[in-house]
């Protein structure tokens, strides 16, 4: 029977568990992102205002480690600032946010946070046009960047292997050599997730990933993002319920800066609240 998850009493427990991660036992190495609580992103009370508005009111929001959750919800409901506080874009006038257990976001630089593993994905693709869909994903490859590093050095038979794998998952092998402004607008789309997997995230965000794509497209992607989900954390922020639904799992409501309503989107879909603010009759 599908239902809406009890809010206050989720977020007493996640609090509890958060206020209490000091007395666990698990040690965590440098450059380990700790687990020990199965939650890889925690936001607790966030708000932001901008000129007097509220963008976001107090906002609450636990994924687990492996989640694939959809965010739905009105324009201005607070998504994009949700994403920009979660980057580090946007700093909150209140409240936690938290990258498992240790690290806190609000005191991390936007590049210390894409190097911890947070990916972050913008509804209009960005890639390299002029070089090839290959040479895109070894442009972002997870490396040293240093000039010298990047005029002289060769790749590896281990990063040739890493590429050809993120090719065949985002279903461009047979395009590597083609370049990247030829590609669909769909394809575009793979290829920028593809280079966010270069990245070795732990966590992807992806705003609207399918507007504009065709319905083979989008069909495709899903079978993507549910790929993907388990070996990283993904937080799709959507629109399209037909979606929203072949991506199953929890789907979040944003209302005015804060959760409306949690559950699966048989629940969601069906609670009033919802329907009288974003889905209509």
């Not at 280079?195 to 992806?206: A, N, S």
Request: aromatic share 4%.
């Amino acid at each position: 029977m599908s239902t809406v998850i009890d809010r206050d009493a989720e977020q007493a427990n996640q609090r509890e568990q958060w206020e209490g991660g000091a007395n666990i036992g698990h040690v965590v190495q440098p450059g380990e992102l700790d687990l020990s609580h199965d939650v890889i992103l925690y936001l607790d009370d966030i708000t932001v205002s901008f000129d007097g508005f509220r963008a976001l009111n107090k906002l609450s929001l636990a994924i687990d480690a492996g989640e694939l959750r959809c965010i739905i919800g009105p324009n201005g409901a607070g998504k994009t600032t949700m994403m920009d506080v979660i980057t580090g874009k946007t700093r909150p006038d209140e409240g936690k946010a938290f990258f498992g257990q240790t690290l806190d976001l609000t005191r991390m630089s936007e590049p210390e946070i894409a190097h911890a593993g947070i990916g972050r994905k913008f509804q209009k693709p960005t890639v390299f046009e002029q070089h090839t869909v290959f040479e895109n994903l070894e442009l972002a490859m997870k490396a040293d960047k240093r000039v010298r590093r990047s005029l002289f050095a060769r790749l590896t038979a281990e990063e040739g292997d890493r590429i050809a794998a993120v090719l065949e998952r985002i279903r461009l092998a047979g395009a590597a050599d083609r370049s990247a402004g030829l590609l669909s607008h769909g394809q575009k789309q793979w290829l920028e997730i593809g280079m966010l997997l270069m990245q070795e995230p732990k966590l992807l965000l992806l705003d609207e990933p399918v507007a504009g794509m065709t319905d083979d497209e989008t069909e495709r992607t899903a079978e993507l993002f549910v790929s993907l989900a388990g070996e990283h954390s993904l937080v799709v922020v959507e629109h399209d319920m037909a979606f929203v639904e072949a991506l199953g799992g929890k789907v979040t409501v944003l209302h005015e800066g804060s959760v409306l309503a949690e559950g699966d989107l048989a629940a969601v879909q069906n609670d009033q609240r919802v329907i009288e603010v974003y889905l209509g009759r």
